[in-house]
């Protein structure tokens, strides 16, 4: 195969990328932005980053609070992270318009978004200045999952979460399932399908995964985090 490459100028071509809600502020006058440049910085101890403009009003909330939520987007709720992404908190009351649920975090003061199916609350350790964007380094202080996402085995099924994410301007869904991490070094798997370029992705016999059994309804007392927050502003 002959590879021809062209030489763009440099600029952003990280894809896909994800597409977070994120929340700040403090409950009462709470705020969304939607954000794309955002991502894991560090696993031990968890920290994630966003990357936000000066000039975007949550900017102004973030640093006062140095706290924020990431709420993943799931398909359902990509015309609101769209919206959230094109209007800004100065003019409009995004929960409100978006009628979308504040729930009451547990370690910042800033509501978590009720109905995205992953929370993850931070606390700002840096900020880093880099251009037109500064870096909002967190530590990751507590994460919620909706349990119509757990398993029985107490496993999060991400792929019943249906997240999005973006790629140049359009937004995706999550796509078909091609392996498990390190199903490319298994011998049962090389055996079968050969190594790295030989494998036909289309045909290959894949580890399949067991379908997992997601939990039913709470039934047995347990609130979810969306109940137990209509039941505080009761
Ligand atoms: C898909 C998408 C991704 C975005 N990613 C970012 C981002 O990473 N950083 C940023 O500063 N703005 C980003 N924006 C723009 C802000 O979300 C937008 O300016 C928003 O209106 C700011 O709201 P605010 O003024 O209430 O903070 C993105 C917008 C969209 C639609």
């Known amino acids: 195969m002959r590879i021809i490459k062209k030489q763009l100028k440099p600029c952003i071509m990280m894809a896909p990328t ?3 809600m994120v929340s700040c502020g403090d409950y009462e006058h ?3 932005i939607t954000v794309a440049w955002a991502g894991v910085a560090c696993s031990q101890p968890p920290k994630l980053y966003i990357s936000v403009r000066p000039e975007r009003y949550s900017y102004e909330l973030i640093k006062a609070s140095g706290e924020f939520v990431v709420n993943l987007t799931p398909q359902h709720l990509t015309a609101a992270a769209d919206f959230c992404g094109f209007r800004s908190g100065r003019q ?4 409100a318009e978006m009628k979308l649920t504040k729930v009451h975090g547990k370690a910042v003061s800033c509501p978590l978004i009720g109905e995205c199916p ?4 931070c606390k700002v350790s840096n900020i880093v200045p880099l251009g037109c964007h500064d870096m909002f380094i967190a530590n990751v202080v507590a994460v919620h999952v909706d349990s119509s996402i757990m398993t029985e085995q107490g496993r999060v099924d991400l792929e019943a979460a249906k997240l999005i994410s973006a790629q ?3 937004y995706y869904g999550t796509g078909k399932h091609l392996g ?5 070094v298994q011998k049962k798997f090389i055996r079968k399908n050969g190594k790295g370029t030989d494998v036909d ?7 399949k995964r067991k379908p ?3 939990k039913k309804p709470n039934t047995d007392g347990q609130q979810t985090v969306a109940q137990s927050d209509k039941q505080d502003k009761k």
């Open 168 to 170: 140049h301007g359009e």
């Open 18 to 20: 994800p597409v977070a």
């Open 92 to 95: 409009v009351d995004k929960f």
């Open 201 to 207: 992705m289309q045909h290959a016999t894949l580890t």
């Open 212 to 214: 997992p059994k997601t």
């Open 180 to 184: 498990r991490l390190g199903f490319a």
């Open 30 to 32: 709470a705020n969304i």
């Open 118 to 121: 992953v929370n993850i609350e």
